[in-house]
Antibody, heavy 122, light 108 residues
Framework: EVQLVESGGGLVQPGRSLRLACVASGFTFDDYGMHWVRQAPGKGLEWVSGISWNSGSTDYADSVKGRFTISRDNAKNSLYLQMNSLRAEDTAFYYC???????????????WGKGTTVTVSS | EIVLTQSPGTLSLSPGERATLSCRTSQSVSSSYLAWYQQKPGQAPRLLIYGASSRATGIPDRFSGIGSGTDFTLTISRVEPEDFAVYYCQQYGSTPITFGQGTRLEIK
């Protein structure tokens, strides 16, 4: 069964850091691009970041550029999101999603994890 | 950035009725790069349609998509009780990848 399982969410103070992880199973992880997508409480979906199969290409939403870093470890079938300088507006449910192709653009998101909650509050 | 505008914001229908959801983009999007997702409360989004008109694996044929340029439509031919949810369109042909704000399909 194709599966993505996120972890690492929690309550964090503004200005602090958090690292999310997503473990993949049921498919050849290093063949596919990956994404992080978030959803603030009661709001719509917002693309956060994407990474190609070999980490050769990454991109970010303007709202997180310079603060968040996406990475992956293909040997561990894992995707990461390092979130620094967190703000209240980063409070959201964070999903990892698989691209149906080797890069994160030009391919739709065909598999989603169940997500992990990040709350930024003092 | 390509902005996607979905309408209506909320669609109230009875089971068995036809649902028509619209997605307009601020710039032309190749139909190859337009997708639709369904999200139910407390669940992750689920891919319904990709390439504007191709159904994802396991998606019933009452769901169909069409469109080109800046105008795209998702149609549910006869709404079933399990179809009441929020629907999002997405363009993935250029970064930043963007989503519409969603259309809520609710029971009338």
């Amino acid at each position: 069964e194709v599966q993505l399982v996120e972890s690492g969410g929690g309550l964090v103070q503004p200005g602090r850091s958090l690292r999310l992880a997503c473990v993949a199973s049921g498919f050849t992880f290093d063949d596919y691009g990956m994404h992080w997508v978030r959803q603030a409480p009661g709001k719509g979906l917002e693309w956060v970041s994407g990474i190609s199969w070999n980490s050769g290409s990454t991109d970010y939403a303007d709202s997180v550029k310079g603060r968040f870093t996406i990475s992956r470890d293909n040997a561990k079938n894992s995707l990461y999101l390092q979130m620094n300088s967190l703000r209240a507006e980063d409070t959201a449910f964070y999903y990892c999603a698989k691209a149906q192709g080797d890069v994160y653009y030009y391919f739709y998101m065909d598999v989603w994890g169940k997500g992990t909650t990040v709350t930024v509050s003092s | 950035e390509i902005v996607l505008t979905q309408s209506p914001g909320t669609l109230s229908l009875s089971p068995g009725e036809r649902a028509t959801l619209s997605c307009r983009t601020s710039q032309s999007v190749s139909s190859s790069y337009l997708a639709w997702y369904q999200q139910k409360p407390g669940q992750a989004p689920r891919l319904l349609i990709y390439g504007a008109s191709s159904r994802a694996t396991g998606i019933p044929d009452r769901f169909s998509g069409i469109g080109s340029g800046t105008d795209f439509t998702l149609t549910i031919s006869r709404v079933e009780p399990e179809d009441f949810a929020v629907y999002y369109c997405q363009q993935y042909g250029s970064t930043p990848i963007t989503f519409g704000q969603g259309t809520r399909l609710e029971i009338k």
